[in-house]
């Protein structure tokens, strides 16, 4: 009976996680892994919770792109990832980009570095009676590309951190997964604020270390720079 209940655990546990493995662009869903690099939970579905860990960057399964293709897509368009099966905690959504540099190719490129610009974040809608989180229960997330960035190829990353553990340092639970772009009739603007992965984030941010249950929280501060805006 104990080996019993120790496998539905484990099968509920992985129920309630998720991952972010196909990129909606152009309108539709893609393939799972298609032009997304596979993550190491693409099996357990598990978080990272480490924010100093290499993981923390793409969660990537293996170095390279795991195979992923580039997708073309327009500056100023909607991109977004399907959630398998669903981003089922409470928590922040955001989008980084980061753009590929002279001489490589999204499909080529780690990432690493002081490169990467926040374009999206979600927090929460606060009430008396508690915290609501919009991307909650959502079975696709997405973003805008901003219009003014230069064209050229780029890495797309969406992080999900979800907060229903959060009350102890290292309690937050983050989902990751980084896409393969090239962006098409781009502006001319620099992003600005940027920030590293790991390295942008600490484990005892107000974002990261905060219970959202009691005493209910009359503000909450998403972890990272500002968002870059046009």
Excluded at 69 to 75: F, G, L, Q, S
């Amino acid at each position: 009976m104990k080996a019993v209940a120790a496998l539905l655990a484990l099968v509920s546990a992985v129920q309630a996680h998720y991952t972010f493995p196909a990129l909606v662009a152009n309108g539709s869903p893609t393939t799972k892994w298609e032009y997304v690099r596979k993550t190491t939970n693409y099996q357990s579905n598990g978080p990272v919770t480490d924010v100093t860990s290499e993981q923390f960057r793409c969660y990537q399964l293996a170095p390279g792109n795991e195979g992923a293709k580039t997708m073309t897509v327009a500056a100023g368009s909607t991109v977004g990832f399907t959630a398998d099966a669903s981003v089922s905690h409470p928590g922040t959504l955001q989008f980084y980009m980061a753009k590929v540099p002279a001489g490589q190719t999204a499909d080529s490129w780690d990432g690493s570095g002081a490169v990467w610009f926040k374009i999206f974040s979600q927090g929460p809608n606060i009430s008396p009676s508690g915290l609501t989180w919009p991307s909650q229960g959502a079975s696709t997330v997405s973003t805008k590309i901003p219009s003014c960035i230069p064209s050229g190829d780029y890495l797309l990353r969406v992080e999900h951190i979800a907060l229903h553990s959060a009350g102890s340092v290292g309690g937050a639970q983050t989902y990751i997964s980084c896409a393969q772009l090239t962006v098409t009739g781009g502006g001319s603007k620099t992003p600005t604020n940027l920030v590293s992965f790991p390295g942008a984030y600490k484990a005892t941010d107000p974002g990261l270390l905060i219970n959202i249950y009691y005493p209910v929280p009359t503000s909450y501060t998403a972890p990272g720079p500002a968002v870059f805006t046009c």
